[in-house]
């Protein structure tokens, strides 16, 4: 079936260095990942993108790897920060009928930064 | 200033009341939606609407109504036939035939 999920619930980070969030996805004619990052109370926040016909991106301290051969998305964080601290979902958006996006998101990794 | 905005923040409702939640944006997106979030649940949708006048279920449509008469106001009503309404609900827009969603603030629900 089709399903975004995430390896870790919890992720926590001392401040400064990287942090790695991991996300599965099962569909295989997905053509489009967002991550986002939610802080508590509020409503998500978009950080970076991929398309399926790209393997990296790099926005500012952030870059996006995608692993289409074993379906595997991840967000690296360089350099993590205390206002880093917040949940982190993954998307997956596949096409259909009619010209919507499909999109699934996943449960969400917790990443905390230790000061 | 541009966004999205919902309102209100908290609320609060007594079992059997109908609610509505409001939804607004000035980013001039075509499409808007209505997601669910839950603890330990990834978002799920409630109702979309890819243009003014138009909308569809999502999959947790069930108890949940829309409207979408104008394009920057695509407000929610939660009626007294959905079983476990409390949850934090969130609006999200986007152009239509792009992916990416913007999300507002978000409401919290809470039934008593």
């Known amino acids: 079936g089709e399903s975004v999920g995430l390896h870790l619930p919890t992720l926590s980070v001392q401040e400064g260095d990287n942090s790695i969030i991991n996300c599965a996805y099962s569909?295989?004619?997905?053509?489009?990942f967002i991550w986002y990052k939610q802080e508590s109370g509020k409503g998500p926040q978009f950080i970076i993108d991929i398309r399926s016909n790209m393997d990296k991106r790099q926005g500012q301290r952030v870059t996006v790897l995608l692993n289409k051969t074993v379906k595997h998305l991840s967000l690296q964080i360089a350099a993590t920060q205390p206002g880093d601290s917040a949940v982190y979902f993954c998307a997956e958006n596949f096409p259909r009928a009619g010209g919507y996006q499909k999109v699934t998101f996943g449960t969400g990794t917790k990443l905390q930064v230790i000061p | 200033d541009g966004g999205i905005t919902q309102s209100p923040k908290y609320l609060f409702r007594k079992e059997g009341q109908n609610v509505t939640l409001s939804c607004e944006q000035n980013?001039?997106?075509?499409?808007m939606y209505w997601y669910r979030q839950d603890p330990g649940q990834g978002l799920r949708l409630i109702y979309y609407s890819q243009i003014v006048n138009d909308f569809q279920k999502g999959d947790i449509a069930e108890g949940y109504s829309v409207s979408r008469e104008k394009k920057e106001s695509f407000p929610l009503t939660v009626t007294s036939a959905q079983k476990n309404p409390t949850a934090f609900y969130l609006c999200a827009s986007g152009v239509a035939g792009v992916d990416t969603q913007y999300f507002g603030p978000g409401t919290r629900l809470t039934v008593l």
């Open positions: 980013l001039n997106h075509d499409a």
């Open positions: 569909n295989s004619a997905s053509d489009y």
